[in-house]
Nanobody
Framework: QVQLVESGGGLVQPGGSLRLSCAAS????????MGWYRQAPGKQRELVAA???????NYADSVKGRFTISRDNAKNTVYLQMNSLKPEDTAVYFC??????????????WGQGTQVTVSS
């Protein structure tokens, strides 16, 4: 099995910054794409940023120029640096990873989510 554990969420004022981390562990053979999604109350879960194993990135228009996704393959960890945060960035942020394990084919795993609240 694979576990994704997020950290780094919290309360921040508008214009502030936060850095989210997501560490993958378990019977991992290879990790392909890793990404971050978010879900605000009453809204559908949406893609925030994704990073392929080949270092291609994809960002939601609403976060371009403010958020940066990166990964440390040696640590099976993906990061999301969030700058110039706005109240509309308030949501639960979920980590996602496309993983092949030693016993299962490629599958998308999810973390438990971390709350980000942007408020004065």
């Amino acid at each position: 099995q694979v576990q994704l554990v997020e950290s780094g969420g919290g309360l921040v004022q508008p214009g502030g910054s936060l850095r989210l981390s997501c560490a993958a562990s378990g019977s991992i053979f290879r990790i392909y794409a890793m990404g971050w999604y978010r879900q605000a109350p009453g809204k559908q879960r949406e893609l925030v940023a994704a990073l392929s194993s080949g270092s291609s990135t994809n960002y939601a228009d609403s976060v371009k120029g403010r958020f940066t996704i990166s990964r440390d393959n040696a640590k099976n960890t993906v990061y999301l640096q969030m700058n110039s945060l706005k109240p509309e960035d308030t949501a639960v942020y979920f980590c996602n990873a496309e993983v092949v394990t030693f016993s299962n084919p490629k599958y998308h795993y999810w973390g438990q989510g971390t709350q980000v609240t942007v408020s004065s």
